[in-house]
């Protein structure tokens, strides 16, 4: 089986990439490794800093200086975006990132969590970087601050990879714009090897090859769910306004004695479109916001077969951890999935 995922990964260079966001710019994270470096030679780390001070938020987790231009945005670690004037240092802009109210965590795993134990499943925008028992794949929330132009209208975006929730916030608009859960994984532990074996024995066992980590945290033994959602972008239906389109997979950990990993339980596809002339209508007024459609899943399906977006053209599927770096995200594309999708 890993010689079949090591055949995929090579198949990694032969297709064009199906999104605008991987050629966003990434700004400037700050971490551990270079913080004594960084705040010593950085002015745009000095300036975004005075900023949020002036808000008691901390120093900035992450910024970037727009080339060519006095737009400097942070991050700060209580997930609020700044935009200073890198000359003036006037504050041009602050906005709190909170969850789009468009946005829901797959109810294939939030319902049953809540239903048998009472387990909130939200998934996370942010975490102590200790809390190891929630793993996120890609490593892209080491770069979470990204700038870009999804549209290619000239209006730029900004793309903040936050732990399970990927938000665009569109300085334009004031606002979020979009938001999406690329990584909703409730999986930590197999139950037939590891380090939790003897724990999940005192618990009384598992009849599943592996276990729940919200679960297992509160001491209840529940099945593993693993979720994955890859972004599509284009015209789909040919109406001059720009689309978004997820197709999101749940799969559930398979039982002992069953085929080894995972089966699927939950596919979703999902449209989203911006029309700024409808809004214009609307009584919320234009909010620049890609807003869900009523499109049925089938035709949505023929537009993805149409374009040859296969599950690896869509974003993200590219790794950005050490050692990983240019190859398939292993979690999105894993043959423990049991699903052939993962592999086109």
Known sequence: MKNIFQFFLVLIGSYSMASSFDGFVVGTSVNSKNISEIAKSSWEYAKASTTQKKYD???????????????????????????????????????????????????????????????????????????????IPSCMRKSPLRYGDIEGDGEFELYLALLTEHVVLSPLYGGVVFSFMPFADDWVASSLEGEYV?????????????????????????????SYTKLFEGDFDGDNNPDLVTWQKVYRSNTVGGIKGFSLISEVYTHYERDLDSQKKSVAGVTGEYLPQKTYEPIIQSWLSESDFTWS????????????????????????????????
């Not at 003897?198 to 297992?216: K, M, N, P, T, V």
């Open 57 to 135: 938020d901390g120093f900035a987790k992450a910024f970037y200086l727009v080339d060519e231009t006095n737009q400097l945005f942070s991050l700060s670690e209580s997930n609020v975006i700044y935009l200073t004037d890198f000359e003036s240092r006037s504050v041009d802009g602050v906005w709190t990132l909170s969850r789009w109210q468009y946005l829901t965590p797959p109810p294939a795993i939030s319902l049953p969590l809540k239903e048998e134990f009472g387990i909130n499943f939200r998934g996370k925008l942010y975490q102590n970087p200790n809390d190891l028992i929630y793993k």
């Open 198 to 226: 003897e724990f999940i024995d005192q618990l009384g066992g598992s009849d599943y090859q592996y276990i729940s980590s919200r679960a297992i945290s509160r001491n209840y033994i529940f099945a593993a769910h693993r």
């Open 313 to 344: 053209k869509g974003y993200p599927s590219i790794s950005e951890c050490e050692g990983e770096e240019g190859e398939l995200i292993p979690e999105m594309h894993d043959p423990l999935l049991n699903d052939p999708d993962v592999l086109q």
